[in-house]
Every structure is written in structure tokens, then in C-alpha cells.
């Protein structure tokens, strides 16, 4: 992407979230990525770029481990390799393993499904894969410690096993002369110590011409002397031989191991480099987290459809300040390409203007960018800015010449793929041949097609949307009464500077206001003020809408509220009417079990006794009350159906269902814990605990 001028990037401020960006890397290679950073054209490259810290940004959402958190820096091991002859260390193998093992790790992760799920991530590793033979020679040769093993060739093994066995016989020699030495008061201290590599005893200065030995030095005191006893001259010498050849046979299994793995040495640089990119697309995603990052529709032309896209830099400001950040959204289409915005200073047009560019910067970038999923964003090919004070003292020119330099730059190099925007265009000179100026270069850059975004106070600027084809006009909302800037952009509309309304509200002498109005053109002042009321008036508008839509809202969990609730009380009055009826079941079963095992009892006494007409009249008997409850139940259901059951405190003159045979009469006297119940002409005592309240239900009409 090219962009004018050389310094545009700095004035977006991009080079500020280059650096966030590396803060986030631990690698030397991702930090390098991420401070080469470069602006992409091709929308293949920005897709994946983009597609890779989404789906690592999602990994870090569900909590899923990726294997990528070993920190590898391993640049000179690597190059040694390619150096014919060169010897790594024990220590540089191991990392080399770890290495390995880490990028065994990746490779084990992109399981059928993650393949699929994290494309983006697994196209990172598809074109390498993991070599097992570069741990087995490793460990082959390597112990966990990064120590060579003693079996790592059999003349290692020979030179160690005598090593040990001389080192055993030099320990039980000197234990000997240590212990004889200690009984006749020679030593200064009884624990063996170590000079130039050789075994020595410390012994009292006075005492080292009793002591057959060589003397090796003395302590800083010269109290103290280190002899090596005359008896261990010789083992030492021989100890010292083999670790020699123990040295040397390491030193020879270690060039050749570094041999054997300088055949994989692209693969392991490979292998770094992808560890280096993983942590380069991690820190992408960290950033997005610490921003509201996110992956916007990616459109193949031209255009720039924002929906709540935040400035990266200001958000994270205010959010240390506990501040509120306003969201901007817009839109840059073919029909409406260049956006010219108005009203106060110190609104946030400036801002709104370095939003779009440093977001639009980041997505061709391939960093995701603070805006809403629901953004469209395309791919420019060119990015020129004109933002604040640039006098040229190497060129000697005024703010304006520079400015004109500037705008002959654009209006020369602009088209279709270009995004430009401009801070204050035609300032820095007379205001009627500055704006005069500035309408042409609108008209050029409008007849190219450029997209962009104009920030002025020109009146004539303002107007131009509805005589220029492809010019739009937006204002930034302004609270006169409080004399706050809203920093909400507000689209298809021009804006005031409130010149006027500020100087009043700050107690600005009227009379210098009103001569100030006289001195400018009627028609303009007029046009100013009507711009003013009307955006006063769609504030007020908007705020009345705001107050519906919570309404609605409110109406509309009130709405839910009721159906929950509705549903609970079918669910209850389903619950209750199956409990009922299993209820009945259950009565009706245990009534047939009685009558079964009254039957069966029946039988058995028909055919054991000879007084038959006893038994049928038992028969008789258990049938009639079979009829007896049939028409109980059928009582019952009459008076079910003419009355319903109510709640309160049994009273004279009360209407009352007795609980025992369903009959409905009328309270005549109560007493103790009985009643008079008169049942049509008959009064009758019953309990008051088989009484219930009863009145008649309402007819259907």
C-alpha cells in the first residue's frame, strides 16, 4: 500500500500499535514481525492474515490450550549448524529437543476436526511436518540433564567405567591419609579440598614440611597450606589422564551428533520460524482482546461501512481514566464517497477523521480492528493524509503554500483505490479564496472517485453535497445548552461552529455579539443558524425516540414476563388435573383389588358351607353398596356441576356440601364441633370437619 506523506503512518498513529503489538510477543522473531509490520494490498493475504487471529483469538475465548507457550530463541544454534565442524553443547541440544518436541506438540493439536475448525492456524504447519529421528538422536546420545550418556559409544563406557574405579581407589587412599593426618593434629580442616582439579589436603602452614607431598598454594591467611600427599601423586595423575580422554571421546560424540543434525537443519529452522509466527498471530489476538478486536466482512472493491468502530488508542485511554469512549459509525460507498464533517472544534472531527484511517491501516495490516462483526470494509491501494499544522521550514513555505503542495499531490495520484482524508480543508488563508480553493479540489477528488473524509468550517463546503455527486455532508453533535461536545457523528447533515451560541454562553460582552453579527453576511448567519436549530431539533427528535425505545422495551419484557408466568400456570393447572386423575385411578383400582378378594372370599364360603342363602345375601350385600357408591358418585358429580367448593369459616346460614354423601343443604344452628344442616324438610346433626362451603356457579351465557 503506498501512502503520502512519509510520515502518514506516525500522524495515524500506527507506528503507537506496532508497538502494543510487540509488547505482546515473547519471541525475538514475532517481535520482529511485529515491528515490520507492512500494509497489504492483496485481499487474499489481509483474509488470512485476519482468519488466523480470529481463530486464535477464539481459541483464547474458549480457553483451549495451544501448544505454542515454550519461548524459543535458538538463532545461533541454528546457524552454528549450517557451520561445517561446529560443536553444540549439551545445554544448545536440549533446546533443540525442546524445540522439536514443541513443534511435536502443534502437530499433534490439528486433530481432523481442528483442521477443519482452525484452517487459518493449520495452514501455518501445512507444509511441514514432525521428524521423530531428530529427538531419537538426542536422546540417543543425551541424558535429561543435557549430560552425554555413558553407553554413547562403547570406548565411552570403557574410558568411565575405569574412571570410576580409579576415582573409587584415589578416595580410599585419601581417606586413609586424611584419617592418619587428623590423629596426629596435622590438619587445618578434616573436609578433603580441590586445587587446580587435583585432590590436596589442608594442612597447618607449620606443620606442611611433615607432610611428603607437593604444595599446591596457601590460604590468603598463610595459615594455611594444600599439599597432595606423596601416596596420591599418581592416581591423581592417572585420574586426570582418563577425564582427558573423557573430554576428548564427549567432545567427538558431540561434533558427530552436531553433524547428524545439520541434515535437519532446515526442518528446525523451519520449525522455529512457524513457533515464531504462532507467536506473532498470538499476540495479534491479544491485542484484539485488549481493543474489542474483530473480523469485518471483506469486501474485494472499494468501501467503508463502519458500525460502532472505536479509535484503539483512545479506547484503551479512557478506559485507564474510566472514561466513556464514543462510538463512530459510517459509511463510504460509490454513490457517497467522500464525507465532508462540520461543526464546533474540539467536537471530535479530527478524531473521527484518524478512527477511519489508523482502523483502516490495522485491516491491511491483517490486525482485526474495534468495530462491530456487522463492518464491511474493502482494500485501498493508496492512503493520503492532510492532518494540522504542515509549514515546511525546508522548503520555506507557509502552512498554506504547504497545504496547496499537498493538495496537488492528491488531486494528481487520486482514484478509485485511493483513501484520503483532509483536517480542515482550505485553511491557512483567506476564507472566501480558501474556501474557493477547497471546492475545487472537493469537485477533482469527487470527478475521481476517491473515497475519503473532509473536516471544515467553510460554509460553501457544506453545501456542496447537495450540488456534488458523491459528496455527503455529517456534523458532530453538540450540547448548546451545556456547551459539551457529544462526539457523535451525526450523518446526512451539516453542522454549526456555534460561534455565536458559545460566545454568549461564556458571558462574552452582547453588545461585541451583536456587533460581531453585523459584520457578517446576513444570508450566512442565517444559514449558520439554521444549521444550529436543526441540530438541536434531531437531538430532541433522537431523544424522544430513545425514550420510546425504551418504552418498547420495557413493554416488552413485561410482554415475556406474562407468558412465563402464563406458562407456569398452565404447566401448574396440567400438573394439578393429571394428579386428579391419578388420584381416581388409583381409588378405583384398590376398589376393584376389595371387591376382588371380597368376591374370592364369597367363593370360598359358598363351597365350605352348607347355608347357601347366607352366603347370598352377603353377595347381595356387597353388591348393593356397589350401587350405593355408584349412585354416591353420581350424586356427587350432579352437585359438582351445580356448585363449587369455596374457601372461609363455616357461619349460619351459610351453604354447605356434607363431605360424606355429597348432599348440599343450609346451616341452621352451629355448635361445639357439630351443625344443624337442614337437607330440604330434614334437619341433621353433622360434624363441622365434614363440612365445606359451596355456592353455585355463574351460568354460561
Known amino acids: 500500500m503506498k501512502y503520502f506523506p512519509e510520515s502518514a503512518l506516525v500522524q495515524l498513529e500506527f507506528d503507537k500499535v506496532k508497538t502494543l503489538l510487540q509488547e505482546h510477543c515473547k519471541t525475538e522473531l514475532g517481535k520482529q514481525m511485529a515491528g515490520e509490520l507492512r500494509l497489504h494490498?492483496?485481499?487474499?493475504?489481509?483474509?488470512?492474515?485476519?482468519?488466523?487471529?480470529?481463530?486464535?483469538?477464539?481459541?483464547?475465548?474458549?480457553?483451549?490450550?495451544?501448544?505454542?507457550?515454550?519461548?524459543?530463541?535458538?538463532?545461533?544454534?541454528?546457524?552454528?549448524?549450517?557451520?561445517?565442524?561446529?560443536?553444540?553443547?549439551?545445554?544448545?541440544?536440549?533446546?533443540?529437543?525442546?524445540?522439536?518436541?514443541?513443534?511435536?506438540?502443534?502437530?499433534?493439536?490439528?486433530?481432523?476436526?481442528?483442521?477443519?475448525?482452525?484452517?487459518?492456524?493449520?495452514?501455518?504447519?501445512?507444509?511441514?511436518?514432525?521428524?521423530?529421528?531428530?529427538?531419537?538422536?538426542?536422546?540417543?546420545?543425551?541424558?535429561?540433564?543435557?549430560?552425554?550418556?555413558?553407553?554413547?559409544?562403547?570406548?565411552?563406557?570403557?574410558?568411565?567405567?575405569?574412571?570410576?574405579?580409579?576415582?573409587?581407589?584415589?578416595?580410599?587412599?585419601?581417606?586413609?591419609?586424611?584419617?592418619?593426618?587428623?590423629?596426629?593434629?596435622?590438619?587445618?580442616?578434616?573436609?578433603?579440598?580441590?586445587?587446580?582439579g587435583r585432590r590436596v589436603l589442608a594442612v597447618f602452614a607449620e606443620q606442611k614440611r611433615m607432610v611428603k607431598g607437593i604444595l599446591h598454594g596457601e590460604s590468603d591467611t598463610r595459615r594455611t597450606a594444600f599439599l597432595e600427599p606423596e601416596e596420591t601423586i599418581q592416581l591423581n595423575n592417572e585420574v586426570f589422564s582418563l577425564e582427558r580422554d573423557e573430554q576428548r571421546e564427549v567432545y567427538k560424540i558431540l561434533r558427530t551428533l552436531t553433524a547428524d543434525l545439520a541434515k535437519h537443519h532446515g526442518l528446525l529452522q523451519g520449525y522455529h520460524d512457524i513457533l515464531g509466527i504462532f507467536d506473532f498471530i498470538r499476540a495479534k489476538a491479544r491485542l484484539a482482546l485488549d481493543i474489542n478486536g474483530n473480523y469485518p466482512m471483506l469486501l474485494p472493491h472499494a468501501q467503508v461501512h463502519l458500525v460502532e468502530a472505536y479509535h484503539p488508542l483512545l479506547l484503551l485511554y479512557n478506559r485507564k481514566q474510566g472514561k466513556p469512549t464514543i462510538p463512530v459509525s459510517l459509511t463510504l460507498n460509490k454513490d457517497h464517497h467522500i464525507l465532508v464533517i462540520s461543526g464546533p472544534n474540539a467536537g471530535g472531527k479530527t478524531v473521527t477523521l484518524k478512527t477511519v484511517g489508523l482502523i483502516q491501516l490495522m485491516l491491511q495490516a491483517g490486525l482485526l480492528v474495534p468495530v462491530h462483526p456487522a463492518s464491511q470494509m474493502g482494500i485501498f491501494r493508496n492512503l493520503m493524509i492532510h492532518i494540522g499544522d504542515t509549514q515546511s521550514l525546508e522548503f520555506e513555505l507557509?502552512?498554506?503554500?504547504?497545504?496547496?503542495?499537498?493538495?496537488?499531490?492528491?488531486?494528481?495520484?487520486?482514484?478509485?483505490?485511493?483513501?484520503?482524508?483532509?483536517?480542515?480543508?482550505?485553511?491557512?488563508?483567506?476564507?472566501?479564496?480558501?474556501?474557493?480553493?477547497?471546492?475545487?479540489i472537493m469537485e477533482e477528488l469527487a470527478r475521481k472517485h476517491a473515497y475519503g473524509i473532509v473536516t471544515t468550517h467553510y460554509l460553501n463546503l457544506k453545501i456542496m453535497a447537495g450540488k456534488v455527486k458523491g459528496i455527503i455532508n455529517a456534523a458532530m453533535g453538540f450540547d448548546e445548552e451545556n456547551l459539551q461536545p457529544m462526539y457523535k457523528l451525526l450523518v446526512g447533515k451539516p453542522g454549526s461552529s456555534y460561534t455565536f451560541s458559545i460566545a454568549q454562553r461564556i458571558g462574552l460582552d452582547p453588545a461585541l455579539i451583536n456587533r460581531a453579527r453585523k459584520l457578517v453576511d446576513e444570508g450566512h448567519f442565517r444559514l449558520d443558524k439554521l444549521l444550529n436549530k436543526a441540530e438541536q431539533d434531531l437531538q430532541k427528535v433522537e431523544n424522544r425516540e430513545r425514550e420510546l425505545q425504551k418504552l418498547l422495551k420495557e413493554n416488552e419484557k413485561l410482554k415475556k414476563e406474562y407468558e412465563v408466568l402464563s406458562d407456569k400456570e398452565r404447566t401448574q393447572q396440567q400438573y394439578t388435573i393429571l394428579k386428579l386423575q391419578n388420584k381416581i385411578r388409583e381409588e378405583e383400582i384398590q376398589y376393584l383389588k376389595d371387591m376382588e378378594r371380597k368376591l374370592k372370599q364369597i367363593v370360598v364360603e359358598w363351597k365350605r358351607t352348607d347355608d347357601k342363602q347366607k352366603v347370598i345375601k352377603q353377595a347381595e350385600a356387597l353388591l348393593f353398596r356397589k350401587k350405593e357408591k355408584a349412585i354416591n358418585e353420581k350424586l356427587q358429580k350432579k352437585v359438582q356441576d351445580k356448585f363449587e367448593e369455596v374457601k372461609g369459616e363455616v357461619k349460619v346460614g351459610d351453604r354447605v356440601k356434607i363431605r360424606t354423601n355429597n348432599q348440599v343443604g343450609k346451616v341452621n344452628e352451629l355448635r361445639a364441633k357439630t351443625a344443624v344442616v337442614q337437607i330440604g324438610n330434614i334437619p341433621i346433626q353433622v360434624k363441622l370437619s365434614d363440612l365445606v362451603l359451596v355456592q353455585e356457579r355463574a351460568k354460561a351465557e
Open 398 to 440: 507557509s502552512t498554506y503554500s504547504s497545504h496547496l503542495k499537498n493538495m496537488k499531490y492528491f488531486m494528481e495520484n487520486a482514484n478509485g483505490k485511493t483513501l484520503f482524508f483532509i483536517d480542515e480543508l482550505g485553511s491557512g488563508s483567506d476564507p472566501n479564496l480558501g474556501g474557493a480553493f477547497a471546492e475545487v
Open 41 to 196: 494490498t492483496h485481499i487474499d493475504y489481509v483474509k488470512s492474515a485476519l482468519q488466523q487471529a480470529h481463530e486464535y483469538k477464539q481459541l483464547v475465548l474458549l480457553q483451549q490450550h495451544f501448544p505454542n507457550d515454550y519461548v524459543l530463541n535458538l538463532r545461533q544454534e541454528l546457524r552454528l549448524l549450517e557451520i561445517q565442524g561446529a560443536v553444540l553443547s549439551g545445554e544448545q541440544f536440549m533446546q533443540l529437543r525442546k524445540l522439536a518436541e514443541s513443534m511435536h506438540s502443534i502437530v499433534r493439536f490439528f486433530d481432523a476436526d481442528r483442521k477443519v475448525t482452525y484452517a487459518g492456524l493449520y495452514d501455518v504447519i501445512a507444509g511441514t511436518y514432525y521428524e521423530k529421528k531428530i529427538v531419537a538422536l538426542i536422546d540417543g546420545v543425551l541424558d535429561e540433564a543435557g549430560q552425554v550418556r555413558d553407553n554413547a559409544t562403547p570406548e565411552l563406557a570403557k574410558i568411565r567405567m575405569a574412571l570410576f574405579r580409579k576415582r573409587g581407589e584415589l578416595r580410599r587412599v585419601f581417606d586413609r591419609i586424611l584419617s592418619k593426618l587428623q590423629k596426629q593434629g596435622y590438619l587445618a580442616d578434616i573436609e578433603e579440598s580441590f586445587l587446580n
